[in-house]
């Protein structure tokens, strides 16, 4: 009998449905965000906080940007990271692209999107001190809205973090999401760098 459950756990067939299972699971978890989505309808109502100080944020009366003002009619490269002061955010998501400027440019892309599940001081004083706040537009989804819309939250209370957010990246044109890339893990930085979305638009 025993000999007969080591066999089927290793029969390809089963392999194989095993993997399909995991597929289904990865494709659910993002399927609101998938080529073709129109970013703006997936996230009704929600808006997001441009990085600021706290005095420019009591100025501004503490005004939110609407998803219609970032991508409606434009060119867009947007990525999201787990948070500001992390270790990859820091030393190699961010980097990343501001190291890209140019080609960007020369592909036309209107603005290039950081956003992270922080309030937006935080976000503003890390582009800052990243010295990256000339070169990417950065905003913050304090309260993780915009991510959990898209099915991009994740919980990260293991790193101290809280409910945070899926590595990812994405070119969206004209509010269309033309090309999705997600990190099988936060900590990891295989697929969302500057190079292949460059490659991808």
Known sequence: MAMSILKLRN?????????SARIGVLSRAFSKLSEG???TSAAPGVSLQKARSWDEGVSSKFSTTPLSDIFKGKKVVIFGLPGAYTGVCSQQHVPSYKSHMDKFKAKG???I??????????ING???KIGAKDAIEF???FDG???KSLGLDKDLSAALLGPRSERWSAYVEDGKVKAVNVEEAPSDFKVTGAEVILGQI
């Open 37 to 39: 989505t129109d970013i």
């Open 11 to 19: 029969s390809p067939a089963l392999r194989s449905a095993a993997s």
């Open 113 to 122: 999107i950081c956003v992270s599940v922080n309030d937006p001081y935080t």
């Open 126 to 128: 890390w582009a800052e």
């Open 109 to 111: 892309i209107d603005s």
């Open 145 to 147: 809205k915009f991510h």
């Open 139 to 141: 905003y913050g989804d």
